[in-house]
């Protein structure tokens, strides 16, 4: 969800109202998933490389993240989404992390689409608690290590029960994976848009969705 400090330069706006436009945005292109009935909607909202940026501008990225779920919590239950989250969330105080585990409890058997929120979220890192994890089974015996293989992979990564990725759409004219789901992306659509993501809105959403629809899909075939 790139743009969003551009989008307020240009306004001669702080960047706390690019986000703030940003959230609008979110709201805006949830709304457009469910109406086309897409299952899984996952929206980069703070990477692990995130906590660079200055005290001020992640406290107004916690700030606006508390007051979208208390807002749209209700929403969204009604909406039949359901809340997932990947990265670690727990890094971002006690206040934020309830409101977080509340709102997945809640829309926990909602069937409709599965909004993931990554939050703290690196690929990288994810891939290497993977790999971790699978060592230590090989470690105490309880795998194979001849039986690893892309599913024992995939099963031990925060995606575990999510499809792998389809379309990856990215504003603001920026190309780069920058450590945004590496493994699950493997075979999606790319989609780079000059969009600013606070201007990216449902007619925006729509237009991806029929880029995608005319892309021939091979997965290494032919
Ligand atoms: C990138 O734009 C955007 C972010 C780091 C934050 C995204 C967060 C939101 C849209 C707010 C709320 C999120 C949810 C899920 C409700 P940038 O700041 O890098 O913009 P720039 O590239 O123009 O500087």
Excluded: C
């Amino acid at each position: 969800m790139d743009g969003n400090g551009r989008w307020a330069a240009k306004r001669a706006l702080p960047r706390v109202a690019g986000h703030r436009a940003g959230a609008e945005a979110v709201r805006n292109t949830l709304r457009a998933a469910v109406e086309a009935g897409v299952e899984v909607l996952t929206l980069y909202a703070f990477s692990s490389e995130n906590w660079r940026r200055s005290e001020e501008e992640v406290s107004d990225l916690k700030g606006l993240l508390r007051f979208y779920l208390d807002r749209e919590l209700a929403e969204l239950a009604r909406e039949g989404v359901r809340l997932r989250l990947i990265g670690d969330h727990t890094a971002f105080g006690s206040d934020l992390v309830d409101r977080l585990e509340l709102a997945v409890e809640v829309t926990r058997h909602n069937r409709k689409l599965t909004l993931v929120i990554a939050l703290n979220y690196g690929s990288r890192s994810e891939i290497v608690g993977a790999s971790r994890r699978l060592a230590e089974k090989a470690a105490k015996g309880e795998i194979d290590p001849a039986a690893v293989d892309e599913a024992a992979m995939a099963a031990e990564l925060m995606t575990s029960d999510l499809p792998d990725l389809d379309l990856l759409i990215r504003t603001s004219g920026e190309k780069r994976l920058s450590n945004f789901l590496l493994w699950q992306a493997a075979y999606a659509e790319l989609l780079f848009v000059d969009t600013l993501w606070p201007d990216f809105d449902k007619a925006s959403f729509q237009a991806a969705l029929h880029d995608f629809a005319a892309r021939q899909r091979r997965f290494g075939g032919r």
